[in-house]
């Protein structure tokens, strides 16, 4: 073999490396461009728990869809890996456990960024205005915050209670004071954790409303069991204040309050049975304290976790000589009021009428 055939065949053969190099490196930048297409965008949350191999994970990215291949995956760590380590090169890798959002249309240079952080992905959490405890501690494990068990617990704890000011012989419950939001969680929280966030966010918007700045944690709690009845009566923002005065006036005359939402949470809440959807007669009986239509003033504790609009009412209520109230347009939630029963026994009847005519 001649001199000039041997360095023919090595410029081939390096020739044919080079292209399949090439070749190669497009490929690998291919597969590390996002994994998504336009039509079908997805977000995972990703949990990565303690001890987790780079194989593991580089598996599940696979099968989420998130990239397109485990090998090149690992490939690109290993390389990241030996390169800071032989090569001095900057950039190294180093999984971290935690929770993560990811898309599928992140490239792998950017899942593999994220994973190196350790962030605990938000979980948003919207708690509506006016639901009970137990509803609250459903929605809480629905999400994969914390065991509803725990949370409920928590919301009973004594020395929770007792850092926020209230006396353990008065107030059981922080219930009433888990304030309705949508909070941003992780996974995986302790119910004291959830439970001081709820009642912190819920001092910080009173701190908003003039009618509880100085008052005792008596009168707070008073007020808060107003409000939590106030928030299952009322409908429209505007008429809040006018409810709250109603009851308020009920009380200082020693009229008992009436409340059908006193009812609902006796039938729902304390005995467990489904919402009913009307109020029976033989309802307004059941022997509770609770039940407003047997026992004088305030039931003793919240019946729900009142929004804004329900505690500014209680704490700031109209001044009116109203002792009733009947809700007469159904559409638009909106009450009328009365200050005798000569007139709320005419709304009714009004109401009744206009009902049979439909």
């Not at 006036?249 to 609902?264: D, F, H, M, P, Y």
């Not at 209680?314 to 347009?329: G, I, K, V, W």
């Amino acid at each position: 073999m001649t001199k000039k055939v041997f360095l023919g065949i090595i410029a081939v053969f390096f020739l044919i490396i080079l292209i399949f190099g090439f070749s190669f490196l497009f490929y690998l930048k291919a597969q590390m461009k996002s994994a998504a297409i336009s039509e079908n965008e997805i977000s995972v949350r990703l949990e990565v728990p303690l001890g987790t191999s780079v194989r593991e994970i580089a598996a599940e990215l696979e099968n989420q869809k998130l990239i397109k291949d485990s090998q090149i995956f690992y490939l690109a760590v290993c390389y990241l890996k030996a390169s800071h380590k032989f090569l001095g090169g900057k950039k190294d890798f180093s999984l971290k456990s935690g929770s993560y959002n990811l898309k599928n249309s992140m490239t792998m240079e950017e899942i593999m960024a994220i994973l190196q952080t350790g962030h605990q992905a938000d979980i948003a959490v919207v708690i509506p205005e006016g639901l009970t405890l137990s509803k609250i501690a459903t929605t809480i494990e629905s999400h994969g915050i914390c065991g509803s068990d725990d949370f409920v617990q928590s919301v009973k704890n004594k020395e929770i209670i007792a850092d926020y000011g209230f006396s353990d012989s008065e107030v059981e419950s922080l219930d009433g004071f888990l304030f309705p939001d949508t909070y941003f969680f992780v996974a995986n929280m302790s119910g004291e954790n959830v439970v001081r966030m709820m009642v912190d966010n819920f001092f910080a918007h009173i701190a908003k409303i003039a009618g509880f700045s100085g008052i005792s944690r008596n009168e707070l709690y008073k007020k808060v069991i107003l409000a939590s009845i106030v928030e299952r009566e009322y409908r429209v923002a505007d008429e809040a204040p006018l409810i709250a005065s109603v009851f308020l006036n009920r009380i200082e005359k020693n009229i008992r309050l009436q409340s059908c939402a006193t009812v609902e949470y006796i039938i729902t809440e304390i005995e467990g049975l489904p919402h009913p959807d009307v109020i029976l007669y033989k309802d307004l009986w059941r022997e509770s304290p609770y039940n407003t239509y047997r026992v004088k003033g305030l039931p003793p504790s919240p019946i729900s976790n009142p929004g804004f609009v329900a505690l500014k009412a209680a704490a700031e209520p109209a001044s009116t000589h109203y002792f009733y109230f009947r809700l007469t347009d159904e559409n638009a939630g909106r009450h009328t009021f009365s200050e005798t029963f000569d007139e709320h026994a005419k709304v009714n009847i009004s109401y009744t009428k206009k009902a049979a005519n439909k």
